[in-house]
C-alpha cells in the first residue's frame, strides 16, 4: 500500500526518468522521419532510430570503453527493422526533445559540445548489425567558442567558461538558436552503403565526469562514389574517448576546451556547415518544433 512517502518517492523517479530526453524526429531529403522511445514501443519498429534506455540516461566514464554502452547508449546496441535513404552531401536535422525550456521539451543540459559520427554497418545491413561492432569516423563537432558571448536565454544556470560564463557552448547553441535541433551534411565523398548515423550531446556540467548521450540512426546512403574508394580512417566504438579527453573543468578560472581533442580527428571531408544554414534546409516551418 502507497503512502504518501511512497507516492513521493515514485514521483521522484518518474522526474529522475525523464530529465534528459530522446530523439523525438530527424529530417532527411526534405521529410521527417520518427524518432524512438525510452521503452520497446511499437512505434520503434517504424524508426531508423535505434531505442533509448529507460531512464534517458547518459554513459559516464566507467562506459566510455564499453562499445556496448558508447556506440548508440545502453538500449541502442540491438538494432531497428527500418533503414531511412538518403544521399552523400545532403543533410540531415535531429531533433532531441527533453524536459527543459519554456515548453518543458527542449534538450536540458547546455555545458557541453554536440558531436556527429559515421560508422559502416557490416554485410551493408545496418537491421541486423550489432553498435557494439561498429568503426566510426566523426563528421561533425560543435564545442565552445570564446569569441562568441554566452547566451543566457530561457537556461537556468549560466554555461560555463571561466569566471565571467563568458563563450558560447555547441550545446547552448542547439538549444537556444536552433531549438533543440542538430544540424549535420553527410560527406559527399562516402561510397554507397549502410551506415550508422551517430549523433552525441557530451554534457560538462559535473566537473571531471562528462555525460555521453549518443542516439544511432540507420541510413542508406546513396552515392556516387565507387565502392573501394579510399574510405575515411575508421575508431573503433571504445576508442573514441579516453580517460585524458574525460577531464574537463568547465568552472576553473582560466578554462579552455579544444574539441579537436576529443574524440578522433575530423574527417578532411567533413563540412561545419551545421546549425542555421543547415537548419534552412529543412522543409517544413520550424514553429512545428
Known amino acids: 500500500m502507497f503512502n504518501k512517502s511512497n507516492i513521493a518517492l515514485v514521483a521522484s523517479i518518474i522526474a529522475a526518468a ?56 545502453s538500449a541502442g546496441q540491438s538494432p531497428t527493422p527500418t533503414v531511412v535513404t538518403t544521399q552523400a552531401g545532403s543533410y540531415v536535422n535531429v531533433h532531441w526533445e527533453g524536459s527543459a525550456g519554456p515548453n518543458g521539451n527542449s534538450w536540458p543540459h547546455p555545458v557541453g559540445a554536440v558531436m556527429g559520427y559515421m560508422a559502416p554497418c557490416d554485410n551493408n545491413d545496418c537491421t541486423s548489425f550489432n553498435s557494439a561492432d561498429a568503426s566510426y569516423f566523426k563528421i561533425f563537432q560543435d564545442g565552445h567558442d570564446m569569441s562568441v558571448p554566452n547566451e543566457q536565454g530561457w537556461i537556468d544556470h549560466m554555461p560555463a567558461g571561466g569566471s565571467n560564463g563568458y563563450g558560447l557552448w555547441g550545446g547552448t547553441k542547439s538549444m537556444l538558436q536552433e531549438g533543440s535541433w542538430m544540424a549535420m551534411q553527410i560527406p559527399a565523398d562516402i561510397p554507397a552503403a549502410q551506415y550508422l548515423l551517430r549523433v552525441e550531446h557530451i554534457s560538462y556540467h559535473n566537473m571531471w565526469a562528462p555525460q555521453h548521450y549518443p542516439a544511432c540512426i540507420q541510413l542508406n546512403i546513396e552515392s556516387s562514389t565507387p565502392n573501394g574508394s579510399p574510405f575515411p580512417a575508421l575508431t573503433p566504438a571504445g576508442e573514441l574517448y579516453n580517460w585524458e579527453s574525460e577531464q574537463v573543468d568547465v568552472y576553473q578560472q582560466n578554462f579552455y576546451y579544444d574539441v579537436n581533442k576529443v574524440g578522433p580527428a575530423l574527417y578532411w571531408g567533413a563540412s ?6 543547415a537548419k534552412r534546409r529543412r522543409h517544413h516551418a520550424d514553429a512545428s518544433h
Not at 50 to 61: C, E, I, K, L, N
Request: with cysteine; aromatic share 12%.
Open 18 to 73: 525523464a530529465a534528459h530526453g530522446t530523439v523525438d524526429v530527424f529530417s532527411a531529403n526534405y521529410q521527417d522521419y520518427q524518432g524512438a522511445d525510452n521503452w520497446a514501443s511499437a512505434r520503434n519498429a517504424n524508426s531508423a532510430v535505434r531505442q533509448f534506455p529507460a531512464d534517458t540516461g547518459y554513459v559516464g566514464g566507467d562506459g566510455i570503453y564499453n562499445p556496448s554502452l558508447i556506440s548508440c547508449g
Open 272 to 277: 561545419n556547415n551545421g546549425g542555421t544554414n
